[in-house]
């Protein structure tokens, strides 16, 4: 009854008690029940409101902690769906595979492994004499080619003047056979004469038709085909290719870079095509970081990104998205050499075992950084990708740090010399 009157037991008017009873609602909420009886008791007995208010705090506690928690959760996968991030990455850089044009002897390397070198120096030499002696060869050929193409107008002239020989002698023979015909009617000329400047005609005509056929003969000798001679073109290109071959016998540095794997000495023969050693170019340094497919759908190119390397994991790089690939081999996909094989298509392996796989596409990011001691291709890399960065800037960095700002690389040839020529 001291519920429903709102008044205590002991008859005194308690203001705290009264509020409670009439908040008091046992069928639809029955947890209040503690804390209305916590403000009904008296001030005197703190012990049993000591447990009650512990009570109701460590609920709050929880709720507070469940909420912050889910709270968290959720600022967590915002912030990976919007800025994607993988350990699968490696650092890598352009190479070159240095190996001669020309078979040879090794006769001297002017570098060692890991070496700095620039553009344009000298990397080792092969032996250069048979290419020197072919060199020779070709050029004692254009030469002689010349005196037969002199030798060929000199017989062009002497074809030309016999052809004029030959016009007036048939001319004559058919002018004096016609005179001949005209007299055999009134007896003045015999059949037999007669006859014999016929002959005579056509033989001289018939000469005329050989000494053309011969003057044609000797100018497609010659060679010249309008203002340009076939014959002489042809010898120096022999000379200008051997040449060629044995400037090839020097190899110079295409780049500036790092030379790498060098496991060969002078003496080895090195064939055609054959890769000595590498060089590694130093001008652009890039992360290959293989992402998911689900990861791909707010990536762009030009998008900011932040590298960190496994030898420095403390030091955050710059780095921009410089593509995403449309294509990767698939997976249980045929070979290289078998009917619809992947071609050229790079080739990443899963690394998850679940029934279904997310595919994985390396996504290449250039490092916007100067070229430090911890720059190694094949490094491990870890990337963070900001979806929300300025893609226009990124690309502006992109482009700055793709211009080619020096002159294509062409080695020097090495001559055996030039022979002036006529032309």
Known sequence: MALASGVPEDGHADLPGTLASRLWCPDCLPF???????????????????????????????????????????????????????????????????????????????????????????????????????????????????LEIQAYKDQIAAAEAQLKQSEAKAAYAVDYAKRVQALVGNLYVTVDKNQLAQTEAITATDKVTQDKAALERARNLLGDQGEVNVRRVAAQAALRDSELKLSYCKVYASCEGYVTNLQITPGAYAAVGEQIFSLVDRKIWYVLANFRETDLKRMRPGMSVDVYLMAESGKKLRGVVQGVPKAVVALNTPSNNAPGGEGVLSRVSPTIDFILLAQRYPVRIVIDEAEGHSFRMGGTASVIVHTGSNIKEGMKVIQRLQQVQDADFVSPVGSAGRIPLNE
Do not use: C
């Open 32 to 146: 209040l029940y503690p804390l209305a009886s916590l403000f009904r008791r008296p001030m005197s007995d703190p012990k049993p409101q000591s447990k009650v208010l512990k009570r109701i705090l460590g609920i709050l506690i929880s709720l507070a902690s469940f909420i912050l928690a889910a709270y968290l959760a959720w600022l967590v996968d915002r912030n990976i769906s919007q800025n994607p991030r993988t350990e699968d990455a490696q650092v890598r850089a352009n190479v070159i595979g240095v190996a001669p044009q020309v078979g040879g002897t090794i006769t001297g390397i002017h570098v060692k492994d890991n070496q700095l070198v620039q553009k344009g120096d000298l990397l080792f030499e092969l032996d250069s004499r048979p290419y020197a002696a072919e060199a020779e060869k070709a050029k004692a050929q254009l030469a002689l080619t010349e």
